[in-house]
């Protein structure tokens, strides 16, 4: 008996839902109970119907027999031929009587003394038979019966009874085949039913990973599943405070650098503007302090923006046509195309987001991908599609998720003569993105070098 590898049974798991495995258990035991009940169902009925029909023609040849018996003992008869096709009377069943090595056959043609020789014999030698056999491409019942000095010998047809039997399988396998259906669907729907808590843990910890920190799941009233959902929403409003606790953190420490970081910026400045007075080294000092600071000053901006909140106040949403945001983003940066392949519908959105979304756009492929050189906006799907394409090496595919987290600069992270971004540019565009219910993704471009698609749908809520 063939087996299943554990290594194929799990990859069988993993393609199939569990909604799926309990539906096709559900239809196999269905049908395993049904085509037990079919088998011994047509068991018992044809061998009833099987038995009823050879008792009735052995009894009827017995009767017809003796009559044939009574004729051929009374001298004063002739040969009972006239006899012989009375019994067959323009029936179905065959009627033949060998006396003396002649055969008499009357009825539908039937080839009597090809029936099996086993059979003749044991009538002849006084003991009544009978037998199933084919006989002209047909099942047929032939009963042989000892007479005075001969064999006599009726065939009986079962084809209608062959039908009834097929009709009968036929009936009893569609009703197999009905009761898988009907497994199927009720184990599809008692899956579903039994797995809705935790289709409802999978949604809410997808609203969680996506940044809806708001999710929970309803309480339940089952002895089971209560603690679950208890344990989650506890979990979850742990997460949050962190979150909200951290984000404080954040905002509180760029509120407090921003005073020293102007003195910074201002004392910059002064040294700035007196560069030409100081000596060589003092003055390759000054350029390192200027695009230090610079630096600093994004990342304190960065960090207030990233410190807010993420949701999206309704009064801050306005129509937005991204043409006219790209348009606005791209100024006068040289060397960027800007492609509008048809006119976009607007979207419902925060004009602010909006912009800060391509400005990082830009400024990531000017710091690390040798700037942008074409900038796209077309209709999508749900909203409006907008294409960066930059002239850099490109962003190899492992790191294409990791580029979005904060602080991570791929592979110059950490390098010092990066000296451009700060880490949280990309970080920034997926949070608002994410805040509009859009996507952002990172492909390969014609140009040669990454293309960032963001897509924003029409509305947002």
């Known amino acids: 008996m063939p087996t299943v590898s554990p290594r194929r049974a799990g990859l069988l798991q993993r393609q199939l839902p569990m909604t799926w495995r309990v539906a096709i258990a559900f239809a196999a035991m269905s049908m395993a109970i ?15 119907l099987l038995s009823r029909r050879e008792q009735g023609a052995t009894t009827q040849a017995a009767v017809d027999a003796h009559l044939v018996q009574e004729v051929l003992r009374d001298p004063r008869r002739n040969w009972p031929v006239d006899l012989i096709q009375g019994l067959a009377g323009g029936g179905d069943v065959t009627v033949a009587l060998r006396r003396q090595g002649t055969w008499t056959v009357s009825g539908p043609a039937q080839d009597v003394p090809a029936l099996p020789a086993e059979l003749l014999a044991l009538a002849g030698s006084g003991t009544p038979a009978r037998q199933r056999v084919v006989a002209a491409g047909q099942p047929v019942l032939a009963v042989a019966l000892p007479v005075e000095g001969g ?36 184990g599809s ?87 030409d007075e100081l000596t060589p080294t003092a003055q390759q000092a000054v350029d390192l302090l200027d695009a230090d600071v610079h630096r600093f000053r994004t990342m304190v901006s960065d960090l207030l923006e990233i410190s807010r909140d993420e949701r999206i106040d309704e009064s801050d949403l306005e129509e937005c046509d991204m043409v006219d945001v790209v348009t606005h983003a791209v100024g006068a940066r040289p060397g960027i195309v800007v492609d509008v392949a048809t006119t976009p519908p607007k979207v419902l959105a925060d004009r602010r987001r909006l912009d800060r979304v391509v400005e990082n756009l830009l400024d990531n492929a000017a710091h690390h991908g040798g700037g942008a050189v074409r900038v796209g906006v077309s209709p999508s799907s749900d909203g409006v599609r907008v294409e960066v394409d930059d002239a850099g090496p490109g962003i190899p595919v492992e790191l294409r998720k990791e580029v979005f987290e904060r602080f991570s600069r791929g592979g110059i992270a950490g390098r010092r003569e990066d000296t451009g971004g700060t880490g949280l540019g990309l970080a920034l565009v997926a949070r608002h993105v994410r805040a509009h219910h859009g996507r952002v993704r990172i492909e390969e471009s014609p140009f040669g070098g990454a293309r960032v698609v963001v897509e924003i749908p029409r509305g947002t809520t």
């Not at 049904?34 to 009833?48: E, I, N, Q």
């Open 34 to 48: 049904t085509g037990l009940l079919a088998v011994v169902t047509w068991h018992l009925a044809s061998s009833y």
């Open 151 to 186: 064999v006599y010998v009726e065939v009986a047809p079962l084809s209608g009874l062959d039908s009834s039997l097929r009709f009968l399988s036929a009936v009893l396998a569609a009703g197999v085949g009905v009761s898988g259906l009907l497994g199927l669907g009720l």
């Open 189 to 275: 729907w008692a899956g579903r039913r039994a797995l809705r808590p935790l289709t409802e843990l999978r949604d809410a910890a997808a609203r969680m990973a996506a940044g809806d920190l708001d999710a929970r799941l309803p309480e339940q009233d089952d002895a089971d599943l209560a603690p679950l959902a208890a344990t989650f929403n506890r979990t979850a409003d742990d997460l949050q405070w962190r979150v909200q606790r951290d984000a404080r953190f954040a905002g509180d420490v760029s509120h407090e650098l921003r005073s020293p970081l102007t003195t910074l910026v201002n004392a910059v400045a002064i040294l700035r503007r007196r560069r």
